[in-house]
Structures are given as C-alpha cells and as structure tokens.
C-alpha cells in the first residue's frame, strides 16, 4: 500500500471521525473520500456508493453522488452484483467489463446504460451482525488495474477501521441504532426522489439531481430536504421503516 493512501488516508479518516456527529455523516464523507483517492490514482473519475449490510438486507446508505448512488441502487433492487458478492465472500470483487463478462447480465445491461463500463466491490469489516462495502464505477475498461484494486483494498482496510471507530463512538444513538438510522434515512430520500419524479415526470437520475441542487442552495443535508418534501404532499406525520 502507498504512503498516500497509508498515510494521507488515515489522517483524513481520523479527521472524519472526529469531525461527524453520526455514522451516517461519516459514511458520507467516506464515499466522497474514496472515489477521490481512486480517481488520483486511476487518472480517471471514479464514483463510490457505499453499500450496508445488517443481517440479510442490504442497502445504498451514501454515495460520492447522485450518479454514484444511483448506480449503487441498480445492484441493490436487482439482488446480486460485484459488491453483494463482495459481502457474501469477503473478497474483492472485479468487474472488469460490463459487455464481455457473463456473471450478472441484466446488472451489467443497466450500468452500461447509464454510462458505466466497470466496477468494483470491496469489502468493509465492521463486525457483528453488519457488514459494508464500497462499490467503485468507471466510466471504462482497463481503469480498476491491480495497482489500482491494491490500493482500493488497502484504503477499505483503513476505512473499515475508522468506520468501527465511528460506531463506537456515535454520540447519540446505539450502533445498532446508528446503523439502522442510516438506512431509514435512505428510504427517505427515496420516497422524497419518487415524489419529485412524480411531480416532474422525471427519471430517477434526473429526480435525485433535483434534490441534490435543492440541497446544495440550501446548505441543508439531502435527508432534511427529503423529509420536507414527504411532508409538503400529506398533512400526516411520515414514518419510514427499515426491517433489517
């Protein structure tokens, strides 16, 4: 592993920790800091999507941005991928070219469609009954090189380190709680992106932009604005629930 990513890598990380007040923030900052260090490294824009896992359900939880999430999210409502495998076998798992390799056809049909030509899924160890992973995307083949897949596994293995640090020292809530936290708020920002594709006749990629720019001009976190939008369209108390 490289001194930047050894050493910028966990200074950044530890900055992280001591800089969020929940596992959810971390988790965003986390994503952008990973696509960052693998685009240095690659010469090439990398998008990350972060992917938990608590007992059986898995879930995107945060993403570098509104395409890294929605990339994410393709594997996650198809049920199998390079990140999902990558949780099950605890390995780092490469998909080197979406058109030419046979695993995960209807997987790969839809990240060619929106523009993506390989990926890449690496494991988190947090412990316990929750495991993540960081899914990386490329705009093409030959970019997730073995000096490239080295340096994504040894920035997972600082990053689940300080991610197991974050947990523990979460302010608020519970780690179970934290974690389950995360999700919920994720299925906010969902329901919030169908009410905007509804209300636009919009896609899904366009929906999340959207919230993204409404965010961004209010300085407000995409999760506060998603939770405005459920309740401008009902007048009852919106609840969202994760069975994980």
């Known amino acids: 592993m490289s001194n930047y990513v050894g050493d910028d890598a966990t200074a950044h990380l530890q900055e992280l920790v001591a800089g969020t007040e929940t596992v ?5 900052g986390l994503s952008e800091f990973a696509a960052s260090t693998l685009t240095h490294f690659a ?8 992917t938990l896992q608590r007992r059986r359900k898995t879930m995107t939880v ?9 990339l994410d999210q393709i594997e996650q409502s198809l049920g199998d991928g ?18 030419t390799d046979p695993r995960w056809p209807e997987y790969q049909k839809q990240l060619a469609a929106h523009g993506c030509r390989s990926s890449l899924g690496v ?4 412990g316990d009954d929750s495991t993540a992973a960081l899914n990386f995307f490329a705009p093409a083949t030959g970019v997730f090189t073995d000096e490239v897949v ?17 947990v523990r020292i ?13 999700m919920e708020h994720r299925t906010t920002i969902d329901l919030a992106c169908g009410v905007v594709m509804a209300q636009n ?3 899904q990629d366009e929906a999340m932009r959207i919230l993204t720019s409404v965010s961004s001009n209010r300085n407000q976190k995409l999760r506060v604005v998603a939770a405005d939008i459920l309740g401008s369209v009902t007048s009852h108390e919106v609840h969202t629930h994760f069975d994980g």
């Open 24 to 28: 959810e923030d971390f988790l965003d």
């Open 43 to 50: 010469g090439t824009d990398i998008e990350c999507g972060v």
């Open 62 to 70: 945060a993403g570098s941005s509104s395409t890294a999430v929605a």
């Open 82 to 99: 390079p990140c999902i495998e990558a949780l099950r076998t605890k390995k780092v798992i490469l998909l080197a070219d979406v058109v």
């Open 123 to 126: 494991p988190l160890e947090i």
């Open 150 to 166: 080295s340096e994504a596994a040894g920035l997972a293995d600082i990053a689940g380190r300080a991610l197991r640090l974050a």
């Open 170 to 182: 979460g302010t608020a809530q519970g780690r179970a709680e934290d974690l389950q936290a995360a």
């Open 201 to 203: 006749r919009c896609s």
